[in-house]
């Protein structure tokens, strides 16, 4: 089995920084591209960030520049540094990765955590 756990949300004011944490682990042959999606309440889950296992990043569009995805392939970890928060940044932060559990099965599937909430107050 594959977990994927988050650490690193909470409260900060508006203009402050946090910094999110994801490890994945169990059965893991590939871990390839991994991500941080967020929803908030009433909203559809929407892309943040994500970083192939290569380190080529995609962000959305209107999160870039304050927001700042790494990984380490050694540590099965990936971290979103998010700065200048906004009251409209709070959601709960959901990690996700790509996996390839092992050489007898190479279909890629996508794990999701449970999720961290970060709430950016005004």
């Known amino acids: 089995q594959v977990q994927l756990v988050e650490s690193g949300g909470g409260l900060v004011q508006s203009g402050g920084s946090l910094r999110l944490s994801c490890a994945a682990s169990g059965t893991i042959f590939r871990l390839n591209a991994m991500g941080w999606y967020r929803q908030a309440p009433g909203n559809q889950r929407e892309l943040v960030a994500r970083i192939t296992r290569n380190g080529i990043t995609n962000y959305a569009d209107s999160l870039r520049g304050r927001f700042t995805i790494s990984r380490d392939n050694a540590k099965n970890t990936v971290d979103l540094q998010m700065n200048s928060l906004k009251p409209e940044d709070t959601a709960v932060y959901y990690c996700?990765?790509?996996?390839?559990?092992?050489?007898?099965?190479?279909?890629?599937?996508?794990?999701w955590g449970q999720g961290t909430q970060v709430t950016v107050s005004s």
């Open positions: 996700t990765a790509n996996i390839i559990l092992s050489t007898s099965d190479w279909n890629p599937y996508e794990y």
